[in-house]
């Protein structure tokens, strides 16, 4: 069983990343989803964990990948920032289920049992066509609620849970 840590939208605040991952301990890993990925260097420093990454609209000087396929305990994962997909918590209804739509397809053609995305700073997990879709919201110090996400990975099951952090 592997416990890993989701967190996105950090935008240079690491406090509430930092108390996310104190509160959720123990952890195998943890998952930066974009919109600062210098914040996932830092924490990784401060902390020893593992982290994989993918860069958000924020990002956009940095070479690194948009998207991220991988397999951790059997568990096939998609992770993206949402921006790639045009996921914007403002946009009518028809359009953002449009948008969502074309993530999990995208999800999909990868075999995932698990999408995980950012970038709307809204937290958001449930089951959708057979998948596990999260969004751990945000663990911006501007944000009216902080957010993470946490995924409990086993032999070949996943399932996850939001966490919110109070803002002190």
């Known amino acids: 069983m592997k416990r890993i840590l ?3 939208d950090t935008h240079g605040d690491l406090d509430p990343a930092r108390r996310a991952i104190d509160v959720s301990r123990p952890l195998d890993g943890v998952i930066h989803l974009g919109d600062l990925l ?3 260097g830092r924490l990784r420093e ?3 964990l593992t982290f ?5 609209n924020n ?3 940095l070479q690194a990948e948009e998207t991220l396929v991988f397999t951790r305990e059997n568990v096939r994962i998609f992770a993206c920032h949402g921006h790639r997909f045009d996921l914007h918590p403002h946009h009518p209804r ?3 289920k449009r948008s969502f739509a074309a993530m999990l397809r995208e999800a999909g053609k990868h075999g ?3 999408v995980l995305f950012g970038h709307t700073h809204t937290p958001f997990c449930k089951r959708k066509e057979g998948m596990l879709v999260m969004n751990p919201g945000s ?4 944000e009216r609620e902080l957010s993470c996400g946490l995924l409990i990975l086993n032999d070949g099951r996943v399932k996850g849970k939001i966490r919110r952090l109070r803002t002190k």
């Open 94 to 96: 028809r359009e953002w």
């Open 46 to 48: 401060q902390t020893g």
């Open 6 to 8: 989701v967190i996105s």
């Open 52 to 56: 994989r990454t993918v860069a958000g």
């Open 112 to 114: 995932a049992q698990c």
């Open 139 to 142: 663990l911006w110090l501007g």
């Open 59 to 61: 990002d956009a000087y």
């Open 38 to 40: 210098h914040d996932a």
